[in-house]
C-alpha cells in the first residue's frame, strides 16, 4: 500500500497530483500544522523536519516533493519526458524549489507572522517581485503547451503548483502563456481528483495578499 502524509494548500499538493496522474491506488493520511501530529516522533521517523510531504512506497519512506515526484517518474516509468528532455526534464522539476522559495517567504510575512509589527514590508514587496521574475521564466519557456515538447510530464506538476499558489501573491495579468497554462492544468482530470482530496484550506483564506504600499514603511 502506498500512504501519503498531507496537508491541504502544502508542496504534498505536488505528490497528491502525481499519484492521481499515474493512476496508483494509495491511502492519504491528513495532518494539520495546528495539531503537532507532524512534530510525533512516529512521523520524524518518515520525514526528519517533520514537514510534509512523507511517502511510504515500497517498502520504505520517502520526503521532499522534488525527489517523489522524480522517484515516482522513474520507477513507474511516466511522465518524463523523452531521453533527449531529461536534462530539461531535471532543471523543470527543480525550478520550483526556485519559485517555493520566495512563496515560502511571502507565505511567512502575510500569514504565520500575525503581529503586523513583525513583517517587512520591504521583505514583501521584494519577494514579490522576485516571485514575478521567477514565473516571467516560465512564462518565457512556454512555447507549446507543456515546459516539455514531448508533452506533459512531471515538471508540469512540480512548477505548476508553485504557479497556482504564487498567484495569490503576483497578478498574472502580463503572463498571459503562464495563465494559459494554468487552465489547461485545471482541465486535466487528475489534477481535479487531486483537488478534489486536498482537503480544507488552512493557510490561504483569501484568493490574493498584494504587497503593502510604499508609504507603509515610512
Known sequence: ???LHHVAQTRSFRVLWMLEELGLEFELVPHSFFDRSLRDPAYLALSPA???PALEIDGRALFESGA??????ETRGALTGTAEERPDWLEWLHYCETVAAHIANLTQHHIMLRDPAMRSPTVMRLEAKRLEKALE????RLAGDWLLAS???AADIAVAYGALTGQRFVALDRLPRL???LERIAARPAFARAAARDGAPEIYK???YPPPEETQDA
Open 68 to 73: 517523489i515526484l522524480q522517484y515516482l517518474a
Open 179 to 181: 495563465k494559459a497554462w
Open 50 to 52: 517533520g514537514r510534509v
Open 151 to 153: 508533452g506533459f510530464s
Open 206 to 208: 483569501a484568493d490574493f
Open 1 to 3: 500500500m502506498i500512504r
Open 137 to 140: 521564466g516560465v512564462e518565457r
